[in-house]
């Protein structure tokens, strides 16, 4: 089954404000769940919506509790999350990196107790769509164990890249520092496949393609094997020396995923020159990417966000694919409004 | 042979300045060079010292050119590098990035049109030991394909991330966005061994640890697979957007790896807050890293930076391990002068 976008956000919206969400914030937040499935990310769009609803009727998530500045210095402002709605405040830090980054060429917010902002390319796109080029991570919780160790004491810390193109095709590179998310070796393993690369260690340290071995020693491997650990260590190192919040460690004592900081900066081209040349240069490099010969005959080489774009265009045309159950389970809640 | 770190570093100095470097310069990248070899990266120290001399004899690099600031607004900075000595130019870009932060918080330095950087952490390690954060990176010809492609069409484009810590045990992380660089390759097959993880492509494009067969089909591995080709092209992009300078295709359409950009953004923790609180938060996530469990027994958990500081201190002590006919031909040109 294929919904329209339109009735896709419009019931978000309308569940939202029913759960406490104010006007402006319900549509935000439908717009991001939304865009989310519109994309082809629907992890982190429909099928996660319900589950959030659940964890604000909890008092998980207290919908009314905004994000605020708490420092100003120069081109960067330190936020505090007050662990409202994650992607809310994710969305007002971003909006407000690119205020500074108006003044000052670049602008950072580091934003400290937030909770989970669901998927960082939203911030990513958000920027680009507003002619902004932006650098985001996020901490999370320890998933992962660092390079040399055993326990799970690094986050997956994703980070974003994202640059704008006038023709709208924007460049958005979103990739967590573990070569595959838990949900990518369950996914694996209950289709009963192999994974496409050594994706981390089994019970017995040895590297393995076997999603199950990984998801029982709980040792999945980082990008890059070294590379990517201390990736993952530098960017909680520099969210929370801004921040001056909690750490990966930190989060991965609270029990429960909350309080992340998340870094936003982001740089306004309009400052940098003339914005024609600077697309130009955008071009000349997804271009000469884009004509390299494919590995794979007929397969063409892609660049981050091209696919996303390709999904979006598809799915406003066609509406978005759904899983029949779990738009049954949105529609029962709308129902309850 | 071991050699002591002030009579490699005045060897050193003695011949730039003999070779066209002003006193200041040479004093500099004196320090750069013989820092790299005591720090342990030889390849970027006393290894590759005879041959940027003979760059330097053949007009490739002049010495007397030096970087200028073209375009100033606000945290920003655009600087021209007039294909300089890297080294020498990306050090000060590193130092006004540092003042813009003093400023600002946050500041930015894009160097565009200069020469190789050699090793990417010094200018890390030169922002910790003045207490800066620092995020850094450079573009290079292209010499990886791009994720699903065949050509080598994005570089390996080295990023750098570095955190002050008040004992001076700087945590510097230095990688290239390539699981393997050529020179390590070489190394394995010359040595007759396997690589340690897959590493790249054989010309009938299946995954391979064989070195040699890499080095043939030159399809390097990019880190995380699609991840690190991601990676790879946003940092160009952003680096060029900045410099307004040359893309990695332009560099690579040179023949010759000159006229990169290089990106400075250093960020200054007496304008975060409390120093003390910033040391203490750093050092709970190195503590926290370093706990897990080895992996390998007896053999430690050790950050990004952690080995450099302990081989500098035995280096210090001890004297640079050089290879002997190496250090000669370095004597002989002292010789000359």
Redesign the interface.
Known sequence: MRVPYETMKETFREILVHHGFDENDADTAATIFADNSLDGVYTHGLNRFPRIIGEVDKGAINPRLKAEPV?R????E?WNGHRGFGPINATAAMNRAMELAS????G?VALGNNNHWLRGGTYGLQAARKGF?A?CWSNTTGNM???????A??GNNP?V?A?PRKNGMH?V?D?AMS?FSYGKLEQYRLRGEKLP??GG?DED?N?TDDPGAIEKSRRVLP???H??S??S??????A???S?GN????VTSFGTETGLTQVM?A?D?E???DRD??DE??T???D??A??????EG??????GEHSYMTRQDNLKNGIPVIDEVWQKVLDLSAHC
Chains 1, 2 share one sequence.
Do not use: C, H, N
């Open positions: 420092m210095a120069g081109a960067f330190r003044e000052y060429t670049v950072v080029a650098i164990p660092p390079w040399g160790g055993k326990q004491r690094i980070l890249m640059v460049f590179l990739v070569e690369f050594i260690y340290g590297l990008i890059g094997y590379k990517g201390g990736l260590i530098a960017l909680d190192l520099i929370s020396m801004l001056q750490t990966v460690g930190d900066i740089f081209p400052l940098l020159g040349a600077t240069i955008i000349k490099i997804l000469y990417t004509t390299s010969t494919p590995a794979v397969r063409p080489v892609l660049y981050p």
